[in-house]
């Protein structure tokens, strides 16, 4: 059995999954007022892409996906508001990707998408006006019974999409897919099904981004209802958006940062009370444990809850009777965290120079981000110069980089969440 299960809970409480776009996201979703407003009003405005930036792991991905299922929940209430349904998938792009197979899979899982929403408002899960002109739309549709019958698979060989070697079978799919949403979104002001390009970044650098998306500009940027966010790294957007077939396309980003760590123990909380089956659980940590480790590893939610989810299993394999009262809690996890810098700390001592070292120490002062230009920052002369020790830190896994030579502005290396335990290790050393 789980530990977490042992423990009293129905489920994991510190696992790292995006949050759904479900009245489960919704509960788990701690601040973003203003980030999650700001969405809404661009989602519900068309045709602008909205856009979102921020560094890794600090929720840019729940973000989108609770706010398209509010405006989804808002217009099951109120049919009158526009019809935005979140995707039931997260799309991202990569160097080597295939565009043609990813466009048969966007018209895929968005078909999907809508054959299950509309099945669960049939199975009388949601209390709609089936009789409202949109849902009618939807609900009634022949394309729906078409696509349904027998899964949208069957009908048009679509379950082998992976290997389909039959261009037509493909095209006919997503013409098919494509008349059906304009039947369903006659205007983008009625509503879309909405799709993420997330984490821009795996492309590299801003050039390939650029290239790609315009690729899929006019088949599926742009096309009848479906409506996209682009989701990345800090500064992606802007070395996107300067691509002239882009131009006026997108949306100047929202800036997701981390949640305030005052605001932390809520996420600790809203887990332990949502994943608790019943008043009696057991969990060996503190909230103010918790909101520490946030500030060590610099806001990074992901890695928290990674973090976490280890001291919870070290604690279940440790051989003692596991910590009961608060101050024992508070002891295992001083243990648990002074083992844990320690180890990083030294594992990058014995593979990094001096160099490397004062390297990383300025990039800590300037907390932790910044781009290969800033090489005078840290007494180089030259990016030439520069590079090696950058190199040698990301070999230690203590920043990650991008390459992104056509855009200067952007803070292309970052410090991770390792670093920053190193940091710790270090400032205990
Ligand atoms: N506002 C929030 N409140 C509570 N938990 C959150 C919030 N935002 C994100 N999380 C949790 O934090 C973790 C990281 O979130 P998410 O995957 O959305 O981040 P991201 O910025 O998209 O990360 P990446 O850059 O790796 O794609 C997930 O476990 C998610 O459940
Ligand atoms: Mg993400």
């Not at 030439?384 to 056509?406: I, K, N, W, Y």
């Amino acid at each position: 059995m789980s530990i977490y299960r042992e423990w009293g809970f129905s489920d994991n409480p510190f696992q790292t999954n995006v949050l759904p776009p479900s009245e489960l996201g919704r509960s788990l979703l701690v601040g973003r007022e203003n980030e999650w407003f700001r969405l809404r009003k661009k989602l519900e405005n068309p045709p602008r892409l909205p856009t979102i930036e921020g560094l890794n792991g600090v929720g840019k991905s729940s973000l989108v996906n609770v706010a398209s299922f509010d405006c989804y929940e808002a217009f099951l209430r109120d049919p009158e508001k526009p019809m935005l349904l979140p995707c039931r998938k997260l799309f991202q792009l990569n160097p080597q990707v295939d565009l043609e197979v990813f466009v048969s899979d966007v018209y895929h899982e968005v078909v999907q998408t809508l054959i299950e929403q509309a099945s669960y408002i049939e199975g009388g899960h949601i209390e709609v006006d089936p009789a409202k002109e949109k849902l009618d739309r939807w609900l009634n549709s022949p394309l729906y019974h078409t696509f349904n019958a027998g899964g949208a698979g069957a009908s048009f060989g679509y379950g082998t999409i992976a290997n389909l070697s039959d261009g037509f079978s493909r095209s006919g799919f997503i013409r098919a897919a494509r008349g059906w949403l304009e039947e369903i979104f006659p205007t983008p002001q009625e509503g879309a099904v909405v799709c993420v390009i997330d984490n821009l970044e795996l492309l590299q650098t801003s050039e390939k981004a650029r290239e790609q998306l315009e690729a899929l500009r006019d088949e599926l940027l742009s096309v009848h209802g479906l409506r996209w966010v682009l989701c990345g790294a800090l500064g992606i957007v802007l070395g996107v958006a300067a691509s002239p077939r882009l131009e006026g396309v997108l949306e100047p980003p929202i800036e997701v940062g981390g949640v305030e760590s005052e605001r932390v123990t809520e996420v600790f909380n809203s887990r332990i009370e949502t994943f608790r089956e019943s008043e009696h659980f057991y969990i060996p940590i503190m909230p103010n444990d918790f909101q520490r480790l946030y500030r060590i590893l610099f806001y990074n939610l992901r890695s928290l809850l990674g973090h976490i989810d280890s001291y919870c299993q070290w604690v279940a394999e440790a051989s003692e009777q596991p910590p009961i009262s608060e101050d024992e809690k508070a002891r295992w996890f001083e243990e648990w965290l002074r083992e844990a810098c320690q180890s990083a700390y030294e594992s990058a001592n014995s593979q990094l120079k001096p160099r490397a070292w004062e390297v990383f120490e300025d990039a800590i002062a300037i907390d932790g981000s910044f781009s290969p230009s800033d090489y005078e920052d840290f007494r180089f002369n030259s990016v030439a110069a520069f590079r090696p020790h950058v190199r040698d830190l990301e070999a230690a896994g203590l920043v990650v980089s991008t390459q992104d030579e056509g855009d200067k502005r952007r803070k292309t290396i970052q410090v991770t969440p390792k670093g920053w335990l190193v940091q710790e290790g270090m400032r205990r050393a």
